[in-house]
């Protein structure tokens, strides 16, 4: 909701993390992103497991560098065409067996 509000004031983020939790992710019980943007450190977006990455708006992320981060390869393959419908400036994609950045590819 932070980033939504920033973009709504014409502030736009240089860089987004976005981390596709699984059921045994620890992350999501000690860390806030909230928090870590008040703290000053880069926004964070925590999609949880049972989240329909279809049904997400990621149109906050227009024209900003997105490091698409998860465990689940069809879950990471999921979110970055949900994301790059979303024009954002690169996307850089990172999982188990899996790195792809988009930039390298343009």
Do not use: W
Not at 1 to 6: E, G, P, R, S, V
Not at 61 to 87: E, P, T, Y
């Amino acid at each position: 909701m932070a980033i939504k509000d920033l973009r709504r004031m014409g502030k736009k983020p240089t860089q987004v993390f976005v981390v596709l939790l699984e059921d045994d992710s620890k992350l999501s019980k000690y860390v806030d992103p909230e928090d870590m943007l008040i703290n000053g450190f880069l926004p964070e977006v925590l999609v949880e497991p049972g989240d329909d990455i279809h049904r997400l708006d990621f149109r906050f992320l227009v024209g900003v560098i997105v490091h698409l981060q998860g465990q689940n390869v069809d879950r990471l393959r999921s979110a970055f065409g949900q994301i790059r419908l979303c024009k954002p400036a690169r996307i850089v994609v990172s999982g188990p067996s899996i790195f792809y950045d988009t930039l390298e590819k343009a």
